[in-house]
């Protein structure tokens, strides 16, 4: 099992107490419950992590997301942090 996935997000959901994201994780594996990632409201960087969930998901970034354990079919990924990385030249 991994803790990561990269993708690019499919869907935004706020729900009371945390905010889930969908990623389009192709045949990359380990992949959360219906491809879903929580993002809580308690997270101590929730609005900067919103932030760059909508940005991603309205520019079609592709995102890294690191669970904070082991990514299941069980249950969402609570995310623990999110990278985007942009390069010289860069095209989808």
């Known amino acids: 099992m991994g803790n990561r996935a990269r993708g690019k997000i499919t869907r935004v959901t706020p729900r009371q107490g945390a905010t889930f994201f969908r990623l389009d994780l192709g045949g990359e594996d380990p992949r959360p419950k ?6 809580a409201l308690e997270h101590k960087n929730y609005n ?41 030249d860069q095209s989808d």
């Open 34 to 39: 219906d491809d879903y990632f929580e993002l």
């Open 48 to 88: 900067s992590l919103y932030s760059l969930v909508l940005a991603a998901a309205v520019n079609r970034w592709p995102i890294t997301v690191v669970a904070t354990d082991d990514i299941t079919s069980a249950r969402e990924a609570r995310v623990g942090y999110i990278n985007a990385d942009w390069k010289a």
